[in-house]
């Protein structure tokens, strides 16, 4: 079992930046790839961004890209989302995924808010 917790999210401004981070416990994290996905009121859950097991592969939203970073520290067992230029449509629960492989998630966290105001 591998245990996410998010943290980081809160009230913004448009135009201003956060940081979301993923931190894990349980089984070994440097094994899993991650991802975070986001979930506005009334719509379904969308993936945002993913990273792989080092860090050496990224894929993002195309609406987030040239905005979001997604990183990790495999030694503090976390994964960022470095949001900045954040927009009113970026309002939504942010929830980090692993999974053994890239778009195959199996543990998920419980989530946390990002508003956005305009």
């Known amino acids: 079992q591998v245990q996410l917790v998010e943290s980081g999210g809160g009230l913004v401004q448009a135009g201003g930046s956060l940081r979301l981070a993923c931190a894990a416990s349980g089984r070994t994290f440097s094994n899993y790839a991650v991802a975070w996905f986001r979930q506005a009121p009334g719509t379904k859950r969308h993936f945002v961004a993913d990273?792989?097991?080092?860090?050496?592969?990224?894929y993002y939203l195309d609406s987030v890209k040239g905005r979001f970073t997604i990183s990790r520290d495999n030694a503090k067992n976390t994964v960022y989302l470095q949001m900045n230029s954040l927009k009113p449509e970026d309002t939504a629960v942010y929830y980090c995924a692993a999974g053994a492989l890239v778009g195959t998630y199996e543990f998920w966290g419980q989530g946390t808010q990002v508003t956005v105001s305009s």
């Open positions: 990273i792989n097991w080092n860090g050496t592969d990224t």
